[in-house]
T-cell receptor
């Protein structure tokens, strides 16, 4: 297992377009988390899954943000109608239910022009 | 989760020990101190955690004061590859969602 993988590493999009990012967690981890990090700030928690169930989504930044984990393996984060303020690094992490083994991916850097 | 305070930046000479402080004066009895670091263009990486005893692993040592209101992360022989932002996080293990609350961290610059 090579750790948590995120794709793409970089994404440039025009304002108003929809974007989707993918995260492949460590295979034996059943929890998956999404964070956002803006320049000069620490990561900010967005949402998490326990297997395929999304157990916390109140911290998603707006209704333009949504996440799925349909089969309890990989996850996608979608941003609809992107705005310049959405430009940030989007990080994915995974862990066991207990929180052990908490591992981050290298992130997807989104630039909205 | 308790709030933490860290200096925004520090310098360290290569080969010397880097001592990174963290204040967490409102820590609760069941909260642990966690340290993560983030090297440029990578995700955060777990370093070490502890409750009240000092801890050491292959990466670093964690010294927690007796009153648990502050702690110090020690990198015994800093290398250029240790240049990163270091985050101190105080939390209850397996808190709701296992979410991590990051502050601004300390930007450590290791210089030749």
């Amino acid at each position: 297992d090579t750790g948590v993988s995120q794709d793409p590493r970089h994404k440039i999009t025009k304002r108003g377009q929809n974007v989707t990012f993918r995260c492949d967690p460590i295979s034996e981890h059943n929890r998956l988390y999404w964070y956002r990090q803006t320049l000069g700030q620490g990561p900010e928690f967005l949402t998490y899954f326990q297997n395929e169930a999304q157990l916390e989504k109140s911290r998603l930044l707006s209704d333009r943000f949504s996440a799925e984990r349909p089969k309890g393996s990989f996850s996608t984060l979608e941003i609809q109608r992107t705005e310049q303020g959405d430009s940030a690094m989007y990080l994915c992490a995974s862990s066991y239910t207990t929180g052990l083994g908490y591992t981050f991916g290298s992130g997807t850097r989104l630039t909205v022009v | 989760d308790a709030k933490t305070t860290q200096p925004p930046s520090m310098d360290c000479a290569e080969g010397r020990a880097a001592n990174l402080p963290c204040n967490h004066s409102t820590i609760s009895g069941n909260e642990y101190v966690y340290w993560y670091r983030q090297i440029h263009s990578q995700g955060p990486q777990y370093i070490i955690h502890g409750l009240k005893n000092n801890e050491t692993n292959e990466m670093a040592s964690l010294i927690i004061t007796e009153d648990r209101k502050s702690s110090t992360l020690i990198l015994p022989h800093a290398t250029l590859r240790d240049t990163a932002v270091y985050y101190c996080i105080v939390r209850v293990p397996n808190n709701a969602g296992n979410m991590l609350t990051f502050g601004g961290g300390t930007r450590l610059m290791v210089k030749p």
